[in-house]
């Protein structure tokens, strides 16, 4: 099994939008890819606690795949695809690791 996580830090404020509005949208975009794409067992997306320490990244994702293969159709799925393009014009920071368990 992979698992796939991802940390964003967002621009305060983007996309005629702030932080909040802008992380509320990524995690609903997200978490509708669960049905859409079937390589996809597994996903959880959680947004920063607003009394969470300041310099904390702003949305995690947590996924769980079969394989690196899986991980790669899940990437280039057109759905992901375009939640990935909304959040590349919102984003300052991103980290992510790939593993396999």
């Known amino acids: 099994m992979i698992k796939h996580i991802v ?3 967002l621009e ?3 996309e005629g939008k ?3 509005e802008n992380a509320r ?3 609903e975009g997200l978490e509708a ?3 859409r794409i079937p390589q996809l067992r597994k996903i959880e997306v959680g947004l920063n606690h607003p009394e969470a320490p300041q310099g904390n990244y702003d949305v995690a994702l ?3 795949l079969d394989s690196m293969a899986d991980l790669d159709t899940y990437q280039n799925h057109p759905d992901h ?3 990935a393009a909304y959040i590349g014009k919102v984003k300052k920071a991103r980290v ?3 593993y396999e368990v």
């Open 7 to 9: 940390f964003w830090q």
């Open 12 to 14: 305060d404020f983007a």
């Open 18 to 20: 702030s932080k909040a």
């Open 25 to 27: 949208i990524i995690k």
């Open 33 to 35: 890819l669960q049905i």
């Open 62 to 64: 947590y996924c769980e």
């Open 81 to 83: 695809r375009a939640v």
């Open 96 to 98: 992510a690791v790939d």
